[in-house]
């Protein structure tokens, strides 16, 4: 048997260049190698979501993404974390061999408090207990996810080797597997690039929208007028830009320490870039969106191939709870 590969995303809205280059390039990859199991955590995306009125439009947002971007579902299942409820079942089950002082230090936790401080809810607290229950319900190896996300992996492989330790062997070790680029930063300049803080390139944009939106990128500070020289190693521009063209971005970093390019053509550069590399997923995305039954289809043959795996650990963690 092939060794399982898992991961999730919150559908709080598109997938944007951060998701792309920190994680969804690795599922694609690695599901030639492992089996793929890759889940639109929905219940996940409740603990920061008060007005779920999108939540079925951005599922489906979110598959359409995946999908395009090259994830397979004659190679992986793909669904929807709500559509195995024994994922909930599991999740109480493991919050009574969590410590709370193993949530209590959890980085992401503080930091959510200080995002959303009048929305701190039970849910994210045992946010990292649900997420390791995802991962183990599925016997999962190997878990590709962005830098932002390895605290929660090392709780992950805390609770299964307590678990383990209390009922015996039941669950491998989550390992984090991490891109080339695990942590993208937003058009701010300054914080990761998310939804939630609105500093984002969604991929599935237009061109047009592309352009726009990475005109509002925040560059060197210190660069107020076009005849300035510019310090392009400090610049989220030039850092994007290097990352999809490595070698002509010198040139152009060397243009803007010389102020011969301007910010806003570099931001040009940028967006045409973004745009010429995403071209043909947008293209497939556009296809796939003419066919929602298809997408559908992909989700509810997904829920039932995983629910099969996700029944069978549950009554073998029951039974050597002495539940059963
Ligand atoms: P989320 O949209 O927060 O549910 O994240 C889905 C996946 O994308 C997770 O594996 C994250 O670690 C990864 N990810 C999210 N934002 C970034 C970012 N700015 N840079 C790199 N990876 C990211
Ligand atoms: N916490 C992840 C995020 O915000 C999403 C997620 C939920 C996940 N369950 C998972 C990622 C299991 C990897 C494995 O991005």
Redesign the pocket.
Known sequence: MRKRVF?G??P?GRQHL??Y???IQNYVKLQDEYDGIYCIVDIHALTSLEDTSKLQENIYELALDWLAAGIDPKKSIIFVQSHVPEVMELHTLLSMVTPLSWLLRVPTFKEKVKIQPQNVNYGLLGYPVLMTADIVLYKAEVVP?????LPHLELAREISRRFNNLFGDTFPEPQARLTA????I?LDGKD????QLDNDIAIALSPEETIERVMTAVTDPARRYRADPGHPEICNVHWLHKNFIQEEEEIHADQCRSATIGCVEHKMLLAQDINRTLKSFRQRRAALATKPEYVTDVLADGARQAQAIARETLGEVKQRMGLI
Do not use: C, W, Y
């Not at 996810?145 to 996300?149: T, Y």
């Not at 680029?181 to 993208?184: D, E, K, R, T």
């Open positions: 991961s995303a919150r709080t951060g998701n280059l920190g994680a996810v962005g830098e932002d996300q680029f695990p942590l993208i937003g990761k690039m998310s939804k």
